[in-house]
């Protein structure tokens, strides 16, 4: 099974510099230009997480 795919998995939620939001595996490195924002929780959590906190999906340097 992919590991962003596991509902049993925990994930975390990465943002980046243009506060764009993306689930990511908690035992993987977060990549280069992302920061982990919440969890690690279930996957389900962290889909719940980012449909609550990004709603705009424009990237910030469209909205200033």
Known sequence: MN???????EFLV????????SIWPSFAEVPSGWTARFGPDLRAACLAYVA???????????TR
């Open 14 to 21: 990465l943002v980046n510099d243009e506060e764009q939001h």
């Open 3 to 9: 590991p962003f795919d596991d509902p049993d998995g």
């Open 52 to 62: 609550a906190h990004w709603t705009d999906l424009r990237p910030r340097s469209l």
